[in-house]
């Protein structure tokens, strides 16, 4: 079984940062696509940014110039660096990875938990 555990959330002031992080475990063979989405209350969940096959990255327009994501392969994990917070940056924060298991050759899409971004004005 693969699972992604998420870190780093909590509660920060507006211009303050914060640095999420995903670890990816069970018996992973690769991992193709890593992902950010967020869920802010009465919103629908949106992306926040992704690492697509490993080369090209997308972030949303309301996060670009103070959010970066990345991934470290050697450790199956991803992060999501967070800079010059605003209060409508807050939301529920969730992980998401495309990656294959060992022994198979299908790609399946993985959530994490989500933890929680609150950032006070």
């Known amino acids: 079984q693969v699972q992604l555990a998420e870190s780093g959330g909590g509660l920060v002031q507006a211009g303050g940062s914060l640095r999420l992080s995903c670890a990816a475990s069970g018996s992973i063979a690769s991992i193709n696509t890593v992902a950010w989405y967020r869920q802010a209350p009465g919103k629908q969940r949106e992306l926040v940014a992704a690492?697509?096959?490993?080369?090209?990255?997308n972030y949303a327009d309301s996060v670009k110039g103070r959010f970066t994501i990345s991934k470290d392969t050697a450790k199956n994990t991803q992060y999501l660096q967070m800079n010059s917070l605003k209060p409508e940056d807050t939301a529920v924060y969730y992980c998401?990875?495309?990656?294959?298991?060992?022994?198979?050759?299908?790609?399946?899409?993985?959530w994490g938990q989500g933890t929680l971004v609150t950032v006070s004005s």
């Open positions: 998401n990875a495309r990656l294959r298991v060992i022994g198979s050759f299908r790609y399946l899409e993985v």
């Open positions: 690492i697509i096959n490993g080369l090209s990255t």
